[in-house]
């Protein structure tokens, strides 16, 4: 894999043989792994401090690994396997949340199970719950 920064100051890796350092990873929170054909997602590539972490258009079916990451505040899973959305009501930071639109309805009431009410937007509609 390669690590390179681009504009936006966060990190994307390729498939190329390549290695990146951990250090150099480990100051920034935003992450992509989009259109890598990933199947499972290794949590030993990231830091605690994952801010953003794009997985869109990848294999993956589950979400358990989230339980790693509190600190995400925007995650993209559109086009992937995922169908269990349960973990999501752990990320308590969580403000902007991108999923295939069949998902959606079930989405929201997973994440209005909080006793607390807060603001987040869902594919760019900002909902209360």
Known sequence: MTCYKNALNSFTYRHDGSSFSESVLN???DYNFSRLNLEQFNVNDL???VLR???SH???????????FPNIRVLNIL???ITD?????YLQKLRMLFVDE????AVVQILGTDKRKRKIWINGKKLVI
């Not at 990848?58 to 790693?68: A, P, R």
């Not at 959305?85 to 009501?89: A, I, N, P, T």
């Not at 069949?102 to 309805?105: A, I, L, R, S, W």
């Open 58 to 68: 990848n294999n993956i079916f589950e979400l358990n690994f989230v339980y790693c």
């Open 47 to 49: 830091h605690l401090n």
């Open 79 to 81: 086009d992937t396997l």
């Open 53 to 55: 972490l794009n997985l």
């Open 85 to 89: 959305f349960e973990c999501l009501k």
């Open 27 to 29: 100051q920034f929170g």
């Open 102 to 105: 069949k998902y959606f309805d």
